[in-house]
C-alpha cells in the first residue's frame, strides 16, 4: 500500500519569499506522485504531477517539484510567494498496475498563509 | 472550471435519511472517482468506476454505494446516515485512470443533522 506524509500541516510565508511544502511518500513500486491545490470552497486543482522522465517537473503558477527516489520525496516549492497561492495543497501518490490504480492517497495537507 | 460537475452544491439532512449524489464526468473521461473529505479522516478514496463498471474500492462504508450509469454520469448514494457522514464528496474524472490526471468537480457539501 502506499501512504503520503506532508511535513507541516501550516506553513507561512512573506511575500516574495520562498515557498517550501514538503511531501514524502512510502510505495513499494515505482509511483506516480501530484500535487494538487485547493482555495476555500472549490474542488482540487491539479498544480504538478510526476510520472516518469525528468525528475524536475514544471507545474503552474510557477511552482516546480523534484523527484527523489533516494529521499522518497516530492517537495513542493516556488521561488517567489504571492498573496494568491494562499491555499491548501495536498500532496498524493497512485501506483501503476494492481488494485491501487488509479486511486489517490493524498498526504493531510498544508495549509499555506501569505503575509503581506 | 474542470469541465466536471456536481449536484447538489449543499445538502443538509437527518440522520437515517439516505440521499443520492450526482456528477457528471468530463466530455470523453470514462473513469469517475469519489473521494470524501472530513476534518478527522482527510481526503479518502471512496471508489472508482470505469465506463460503467466498478474498477477499485477504496474504505467505502457498506452504507454507501455508487454507480456509473451508459451516459457516463455516476451517483453515489449513502444512507442510514450518521452524523459523521458529514463531509465535503468529491468527484472527479479521467479518461481512463491510472497516472492520468483526475479532474476534480466542486463537490457536495453533506452536513447530517
Known amino acids: 500500500a502506499q501512504s503520503v506524509t506532508q511535513l507541516g500541516s501550516h506553513v507561512s510565508v512573506s511575500e516574495g519569499a520562498l515557498v517550501l511544502l514538503r511531501c514524502n511518500y512510502s510505495s513499494s513500486v515505482p509511483p506516480y506522485l501530484f500535487w494538487y491545490v485547493q482555495y476555500p470552497n472549490q474542488g482540487l486543482q491539479l498544480l504538478l504531477k510526476?510520472?516518469?522522465?525528468?525528475?524536475l517537473v514544471k507545474g503552474i503558477n510557477g511552482f516546480e517539484a523534484e523527484f527523489k527516489k533516494s529521499e522518497t520525496s516530492f517537495h513542493l516549492t516556488k521561488p517567489s510567494a504571492h498573496m494568491s497561492d494562499a491555499a491548501e495543497y495536498f500532496c498524493?501518490?497512485?501506483?501503476?498496475?494492481?488494485?491501487?490504480?488509479?486511486?489517490?492517497?493524498f498526504g493531510q495537507g498544508t495549509i499555506l498563509t501569505v503575509h503581506p | 472550471d474542470s469541465g466536471v460537475t456536481q449536484t447538489p452544491k449543499h445538502l443538509i439532512t437527518a440522520t437515517g435519511q439516505r440521499v443520492t449524489l450526482r456528477c457528471s464526468p468530463r466530455?470523453?473521461?470514462?473513469?469517475v472517482y469519489w473521494y470524501q473529505q472530513s476534518l478527522d479522516q482527510g481526503l479518502q478514496f471512496l471508489i472508482q468506476y470505469y465506463n460503467g463498471e466498478e474498477r477499485a474500492k477504496g474504505n467505502i462504508l457498506e452504507r454507501f454505494s455508487a454507480q456509473q450509469f451508459p451516459d457516463l454520469h455516476s451517483e453515489l448514494n449513502l444512507s442510514s446516515l450518521e452524523l459523521g457522514d458529514s463531509a465535503l464528496y468529491f468527484c472527479?474524472?479521467?479518461?481512463?485512470?491510472?497516472?492520468?490526471?483526475?479532474?476534480f468537480g466542486p463537490g457536495t457539501r453533506l452536513l447530517v443533522l
Open positions: 510526476y510520472t516518469t522522465g525528468a525528475t
Open positions: 472527479a474524472s479521467s479518461v481512463r485512470g491510472g497516472r492520468e490526471t483526475q479532474y
Open positions: 466530455s470523453g473521461d470514462l473513469s
Open positions: 498524493a501518490v497512485t501506483v501503476a498496475g494492481g488494485t491501487s490504480y488509479g486511486k489517490l492517497t
